[in-house]
C-alpha cells in the first residue's frame, strides 16, 4: 500500500513527464491486483461478464429426438 502512495503521488506531480505517469499507473493496477489477492479477493470480472445473461440450461426433454432413415432394400 506505501508503494501504491508513492505512485499516486509521483502520477499527481505536473514535473512528472506523460510516459512516466502512465508506468506509474500500469504499476499501480498490478499493485493493487496483487494487494486484493493478498487479502482472498482475486480479481474483479469484467463488466461484459457481469452484465452477462446467464446461459439457459436444456431440459432433457426438450431435445428434439433422433429419427432414422429406413434401412434401404
Known amino acids: 500500500m506505501d508503494l501504491q502512495a508513492v505512485a499516486m503521488k509521483s502520477a499527481l506531480d505536473p514535473i512528472v513527464p506523460p510516459h512516466v505517469k502512465a508506468a506509474l499507473m500500469r504499476a499501480w493496477v498490478d499493485l493493487e491486483e496483487i494487494r486484493l489477492t493478498l487479502k482472498g479477493h482475486g480479481k474483479p470480472k469484467p463488466v461484459e461478464a ?24
Open 50 to 73: 457481469r452484465n452477462a445473461q446467464p446461459k439457459r440450461k436444456t431440459k432433457p426433454g426438450a431435445v428434439a429426438p433422433i429419427v432414422y432413415p429406413a434401412p434401404s432394400g
